[in-house]
């Protein structure tokens, strides 16, 4: 399904007249839809590939589709359409439009397998050429990340007029899914859970690229398939899995070309300390987080007081202070019924120096317990 949304000052006709010249391409599309007419097809319909070519932005981490002169929405605006779509076979969506990472952050808290997506504001006739060349080699036989490289190694030709044109197009993927080939989505057969030691090609050389990877896709990748991929860190660390090749330039992701060190946070809604490897690309500043570990908190809801009597947990918070996290929890004594204040600082700090070796923090009113 091709969608063409709102054109002001674009040519997507060009899109739609390449689309249309593809060999053995089943093309449906939608002009300038209206929410409903959208949600009504994705519902439907099953569909292979989902393309999108107009106006789009990414406001803060949410993405924008102006899909026609007066509507917009968002991917959560569609997510139990998509969702539905995903289940029928949906394999691949390629927004053709600007400023797109937005759009595939929430798209792959779906687990969409494949999106292609504009990392940032992206000019009409690269965009129209990107297309061209990518589709032109997928559907010629070429491997689906093949076929990308290609595409955007060849948008180097466009760069004395638009610089840069080859570094906007990127991948994002669910690491669980193989892409599919050209020959596979022409098949009537959808694969709703594709196994992939099946699919996974007999050269384990071949070119594999780089990946953006959401919260969700690095927990649900976690297939056996992917193990021996996958890179202990340190010693009693979560399991996680790192990128082969920077989005941006290409140079293989190690600790030689990135930047790196441990960045802790705080999740409110989760209760917990999220400790997180940050990478920077030494080449073009590419930024890559990745979770490495988490570690639950618990709140001791009980202690004594100094006359002997139990205290109980009134109330607490957990709050920034400058670039740390303090504690600060209301005990009422029992029987005297005074109130004591506690107030623990500097707790990113502490953990920052001893996470590779606990699982758990524990707060009492005595003070901070890290356990194994």
């Known amino acids: 399904m091709a969608i063409l949304g709102n054109d002001d000052g674009i040519n997507v006709e060009a899109d739609r007249n390449f689309l249309n010249s593809i060999p053995g391409a089943k093309v449906e599309f939608l002009v300038k839809p209206n929410r409903q007419e959208l949600n009504d097809q994705l519902w439907e319909q099953s569909w292979d590939i989902l393309f999108f070519a107009g106006h789009s932005r990414t406001e803060g981490e949410t993405g924008i589709l102006y899909i026609n002169k007066t509507e917009s929405l968002t991917i959560p605006d569609l997510r139990y359409a998509l969702k539905k779509a995903i289940e029928k076979g949906l394999q691949l969506a390629i927004f053709n439009s600007c400023d797109g990472l937005g759009l595939a952050q929430d798209l792959a808290d779906l687990n969409l397998p494949q999106m292609i997506v504009m990392r940032e504001p992206v000019p009409d006739k690269v965009a129209q050429e990107f297309l061209k060349y990518f589709l032109g080699s997928f559907s010629g036989g070429q491997s689906f990340y093949l076929a990308v490289k290609e595409a955007r190694e060849r948008l180097q030709g466009l760069e004395s ?70 890179t202990r860190i340190a010693d009693n660390q979560s399991i996680t899995k790192l990128p082969e090749y920077c989005p941006c330039c290409g140079v293989s992701i190690n600790y030689t070309n990135y930047a790196h060190k441990y960045v802790i946070n705080w999740d ?40 002997g009597s139990k205290l109980s947990l009134s109330n607490h918070t957990i709050r920034r202070s400058g670039d740390e996290f303090e504690f600060e929890g209301i005990y009422i004594c029992l029987v005297c019924r005074k109130e004591q204040r506690r107030i623990f600082n500097d707790l990113k700090r502490r953990i920052y120096n001893s996470w590779k070796n606990i699982n758990s923090i524990e707060i009492r009113p005595t003070g901070v317990k890290y356990k194994q």
């Open 268 to 307: 409110e809604d989760k209760r917990e300390f999220r400790v997180e490897l940050f990478l920077r690309c030494v080449y073009d500043g590419y930024e890559l987080h990745h979770l490495l570990k988490r570690l639950p908190l618990s709140i001791a809801q009980d202690s004594f007081c100094s006359c």
């Open 161 to 230: 007029h638009f610089p840069c044109a080859s570094w906007l197009p990127v991948i994002c993927q669910n690491v669980a899914k193989l892409p599919p080939t050209w020959i596979e989505l022409q098949a009537t057969q959808h694969y709703s859970d594709r196994d992939s030691s099946l699919l996974q090609p007999e050269n384990d050389n071949e070119y594999k690229p780089p990946l953006i990877l959401s919260k969700n896709n690095i927990l649900s990748g976690l297939t056996q398939w992917l193990q021996k991929k996958y």
